[in-house]
């Protein structure tokens, strides 16, 4: 499973989304890298919201739930 996720290019799946879409990436990241994941998603999925979580590192899920809850949140009640 990780050998097809890391040799698998998704580009071509990300230009089709045609869904509401929020973006999280944290800029402290060191293994996947803002430059070739959050961002490069961003800017292949039409209209999709970009989020920038400061000093966040890869599992920013745990370290930094209470904002990426919030992130979340208000990204469903915009839509």
Do not use: W
Request: proline residues 4%.
């Amino acid at each position: 499973c990780i050998t097809a996720f890391g040799t698998t290019d998704f580009r071509g799946d990300l230009a089709k989304f045609d869904v509401p879409t929020l973006v999280v990436h944290g800029d402290a990241d060191r293994i996947v890298p803002i430059e070739t994941s959050g961002k490069l998603a961003h800017q292949l999925i039409k209209g999709s919201r970009y989020e920038v979580l400061k000093g966040a590192p890869h599992g920013f899920a745990a370290t930094h739930a209470e904002q990426l809850n919030r992130l979340m949140l208000d990204f469903l009640k915009s839509g």
